[in-house]
């Protein structure tokens, strides 16, 4: 028996923690220290005991108790037995043995004791009413079983029970059947199973005619053949009738709980297109169609991250999502107005992902090792492998935001008019986004599990060790950059038409060259500053745009909005005034689209948003922090270059913005 007792140099372990005994309060009262964190917690007695019996606190450190029994950790195990779904044969068979195996012990008679079983048997046979009494041999292997499974009475079956009938037909007879069974019954033809039996019975006479085979074997029943086919398994004849895609599809159990444990152990991550069109507080342009991206706790449900992206599913928004998942969120809520923490923070154990290309790429898994993130990919059309993300998809029609939604065209019916509610402002759309993920979803019932994601998260993260937390996100922010190949010249870089330039690029010209080609990246959500790698040392340099008044706030999405409007306009000036003119023209036409009227905005509040999205409200003048970090270089062991990736191209992007 494992036994403890309430002393000095008990530690036990619930969940996570570690928790040390430290003394026996007044009220059948215990305290507890965590040894991480040092935190004392007072719980009943009679709740300790109960999460004992329940296999929720278990011991950790063994020790010695006053009886001398040592304590340690493990179970043994019994097998499970149900003697009710035994047939009335069985049983009586097993209480007989029973009652010779309990009327032997008894008598305080051991295995060993041959004689004295013997001299036994006559009064036992008796006393039972037994008429064909066991033999001495076989009451010792029943008596010796019973013993060494700890008075289990499974031990006690007759082997015989499950044993497999010996079959009548041949061997040769058997493989021709299995044989025409596979060549032709189990294949995409898809032959019905009296087809398949003829062909069996045209083999089969030909093995008679060849003397192979008796005459009588040549003939076999449909029964039969059936009966070899269901040795084969449902699993196995759909695969090869149907495809293992559709076997899969049908034979998927879902199995709650046995994946994910504990809270942040397993994050499933996945994107999905929204119907909604946003536009900028500030500038009146339109963002787009957002993508949103989101990681769930698999365990509980709860939404630990979101990112909204207005530029397609990438290695950005994946990046950026989670960088949100590993930030605390108090901000967010009080922003958004919500009556609920947002209390999911830290970096999670296993990222559950699909087979996008994002996710295959280099540079998230660098981004992963940085983090220390195991990545799991699930197969191919295999949705229900994170159930949690396709069920928080598939609740999103319940975010009721009229304004701005992109609805399929009926027949017959009159549509909303474009011009009042095409468009929904950025800040409007990120409170009702986080009031949906922190104050409705989280405290939607699971109808299964009889709780809310709130609550099983909550109750979960509470027996943890405390969450994981980055230093600098400076790593992600280069990882997720966007990156070309562009020339430095005598008027610094220019990236589609915006020219950065600094001091220290000058410095870097005079250790290279006049001028040189070399990487650039810039981050596609804030376009007022780029980095610029050196060509011999490899470590990366901010450098801030020369027109801070155009790029202050601005995106690459926006930019290439801008251009193709004083493309299309022709819009006379030079470069960059050509630039300024046509972002006020969109302004004043969006702003004017969406009858914004005298509506004013609370551009701090907005500002508190730019981290989920990718696109920037803030003012400048209204920064918290600095737009453009400082000038500092970062070494090459730092950072490890990402291979180029490919600039969409502008036509695409228009098409994509508006559609």
């Known amino acids: 028996m494992h036994q403890f007792s309430l002393e000095v140099g008990l530690v036990v372990r619930r969940g996570s923690q570690q928790l040390e005994f430290l003394s026996l309060l007044d009220g059948n009262k215990i305290q507890l220290q965590d ?30 108790t006053d009886a001398g029994t040592q304590d340690v950790e493990g179970t043994s195990t019994r097998a499970i037995f149900d003697i009710s779904s035994m047939n009335s044969k069985d049983r009586t068979e097993l209480e007989r043995r029973i009652n010779w195996v309990r009327a032997l012990r008894k008598r305080s008679i051991t295995r060993g004791q041959i ?88 083999d089969l006479k030909r093995l008679a005619r060849a003397k192979k085979i008796e005459e009588c074997e040549a003939k076999v029943s449909l029964a039969t053949v059936s009966r070899r086919l269901a040795e084969f398994g449902p699993y196995e004849r759909d695969k090869a009738r149907h495809g293992p895609g559709y076997a899969r599809a049908k034979f998927r159990t879902s199995v709650e709980g046995s994946q994910a444990i504990r809270a942040m152990q397993r994050l499933e991550c996945d994107h999905t297109l929204l119907n909604w069109v946003v536009i900028c507080d500030r500038t009146g342009l ?210 589609r038409g915006i020219s950065y330039s600094s001091s220290d690029v000058l410095a870097m010209k005079k250790d290279v060259a006049h001028s040189f080609k070399t990487a650039v990246k810039w981050n596609p959500d804030d376009m007022s500053f780029i980095y610029l790698q050196h060509p011999l040392s490899k470590s990366w340099l901010p450098v801030p745009s020369i027109r801070p008044d155009y790029t202050d706030g601005l995106s690459w999405n926006q930019h290439l909005l801008i251009r193709k409007h004083a493309k299309d306009k022709h819009v006379q000036g030079g470069h960059v005034e050509q630039l300024i003119r046509a972002r006020q023209e969109l302004h004043e036409l969006w702003m004017n689209g969406i009858a914004r009227g005298n509506r004013v905005r609370d551009m701090r509040t907005c500002a508190r948003f730019s981290g989920l999205s990718s696109s920037q409200v803030l003012m400048p003048e209204m920064s918290p922090v600095p737009l453009l970090p400082a000038a500092k270089m970062l070494s090459k062991e730092d950072f490890v270059s990402p291979p180029a990736d490919d600039i969409e191209p502008f036509e695409s992007f228009v098409m994509r913005s508006t559609r």
Request: aromatic fraction near 8%; proline fraction near 5%.
């Open 35 to 64: 040894q991480r964190t040092r935190m004392v917690q007072v719980m009943k007695l009679s709740r300790f005991y109960a999460d004992v019996m329940s296999k929720k606190i278990q011991p950790v450190i063994s020790y010695v």
């Open 115 to 202: 004689h004295r079983i013997d001299v036994a048997r006559k009064e036992i046979a008796a006393a039972l009413g037994d008429h064909s009494p066991p033999g001495v041999s076989t009451l010792v292997v029943w008596m010796r079983k019973y013993e060494l499974s700890a008075s289990n009475p499974a031990a006690l079956l007759s082997g015989n029970r499950n044993r497999r009938r010996n079959r009548k037909l041949s061997l040769p007879v058997e493989e021709v059947i299995r044989k025409v069974l596979r060549s032709v019954y189990l294949t995409r033809a898809k032959n019905t199973l009296r087809h398949t039996h003829e062909q069996i019975l045209l």
């Open 286 to 495: 339109p963002l787009g169609r957002p993508t949103l991206t989101i990681i769930v706790d698999a365990m509980s449900g709860y939404v630990v991250g979101l990112y909204v992206s207005f530029y397609g599913p990438g290695i950005t928004s994946v990046l950026n999502v989670l960088k949100n998942s590993i930030r605390p969120k108090d901000e967010l809520t009080e922003a958004a107005g919500t009556s609920q923490p947002w209390i999911a923070f830290g970096i999670g154990e296993t990222l559950v992902l699909d087979n996008g290309m994002e996710f295959h790429a280099k540079v998230f898994q660098m981004a992963a090792w940085e983090l220390g993130i195991d990545l799991e990919y699930c197969r191919v059309r295999t949705p229900w492998l994170k159930p949690h993300v396709e069920r928080f998809f598939a609740n999103l029609d319940h975010f009721s935001l009229v304004k701005g939604r992109v609805r399929k065209p009926i027949a017959n019916v009159i549509n909303i008019d474009p011009k009042e509610d095409a468009a929904i402002l950025f800040s409007d759309f990120f409170r009702g986004l986080i009031k949906f993920v922190v104050d409705v979803y989280p405290f939607e019932l699971n109808e299964r599990k009889l709780c809310t994601p709130y609550e099983s998260f909550q109750e979960s993260i509470s027996t943890l060790r405390p969450p994981v937390l980055q230093w600098s996100m400076d790593q992600l922010d280069l990882i997720a950059a966007m990156r070309t190949e562009l020339t430095v010249g005598s008027g610094g870089i220019e990236l």
